[in-house]
Structure formats: structure tokens, C-alpha cells
């Protein structure tokens, strides 16, 4: 007897189930309205011209040369000439340039802020490894520098 009930009733489930969620997905709209607001994740992506100008700053002293200029790299070392509360505000310029750079300059912006984030990570813990890898860094920075050359005069 349980059989005899069962069946039908996953039968009327299973129709009025289905009829049910093929409705709601009819009700939806396929796509949103033209006057819906993008959402917060679309964030419009910076041209390389301006990421670079942001990178070179007004006066040719943006985050860019002020990376180069503090990190030393020689004699199979590599280190930044510049305290964790200097490192801290460049660090976070490079990391806001980076959210709206392009996907194949975000890479390299990086790359190009783990000298200040290692500063920041040794100021936090005294202890921890020094994790600069200059073999990487250099040709990031480098390409930088060759990629925001043409915006120096256009400023």
C-alpha cells in the first residue's frame, strides 16, 4: 500500500516541481534592464597611458622612480633604503595603481610593489625571511620604465 501512494505523490511533486521552477526561470528577465547601475565588481580598467602617468606622477617622482630609486640590488644582495613607515603609503599607491591597470600591466605592478611589501613584512615580523626576488623584480620594473617612457613627454 505505501507503494501504491508513494508513486503518485513523487509524481505530482515532480510535476509541479518542475512546473514550478520552469515558471520562475520563465518570470526572469534573461538579461538586466539597460538602466540597471553596473555593479560594484565592474570596475573600469585605466589605458596604460593612464596607469603610466599615475605611475610617473606630476612631477616625475610618482611611485615608479621612487620604487627604483630605493631599491638596491648588487653583489648577489638586494634590499630597500627606506623604513616600513615610508614603505607603507608607496606600497599602497602601487596596489591602488594596480586595481585598475590593465590585466597584463597588473602583473607587473605587482611584482614591482614586493620590495615595499617585503619592508612591511620584516617591520611586522623581524624574524621572518627576507622574500625580495630581484631576479623577478628587475625586468618588471624595467618594463615598466620602457612601457610609461612614451608618457614622460606627454605630460
Known amino acids: 500500500m505505501r507503494k501504491a501512494t508513494a508513486v503518485p505523490v513523487l509524481a505530482l511533486l515532480l510535476v509541479t516541481g518542475c512546473s514550478a521552477a520552469n515558471a520562475e526561470v520563465e518570470a526572469k528577465p534573461s538579461s538586466p ?3 540597471a547601475e553596473p555593479s560594484e565588481e565592474t570596475v573600469a580598467e585605466d589605458t596604460e597611458e593612464q ?4 605611475l610617473l606622477g606630476a612631477d616625475g617622482q610618482g611611485p615608479l622612480n621612487r620604487m627604483i630609486s630605493v631599491v638596491g ?4 644582495s638586494s634590499g630597500v633604503e627606506m623604513s616600513a613607515a615610508d614603505a ?3 606600497h599602497e599607491e602601487v596596489l591602488a595603481i594596480t586595481e585598475n591597470a590593465s590585466a597584463d600591466m597588473a602583473p ?4 614591482l610593489s614586493s620590495a615595499t611589501e617585503n ?3 620584516q617591520a611586522e615580523d623581524p624574524s621572518r625571511a627576507w622574500m625580495f626576488n630581484a631576479a623577478v623584480w628587475t625586468p618588471a620594473a624595467t ?3 620602457t612601457r610609461c617612457e612614451p608618457y614622460v613627454a606627454a605630460k
Open 33 to 35: 534592464p539597460a538602466s
Open 51 to 54: 596607469s603610466c602617468l599615475k
Open 73 to 76: 640590488i648588487g653583489g648577489g
Open 88 to 90: 607603507r603609503p608607496l
Open 108 to 111: 607587473l605592478l605587482k611584482e
Open 119 to 121: 619592508v612591511i613584512m
Open 143 to 145: 618594463e615598466l620604465q
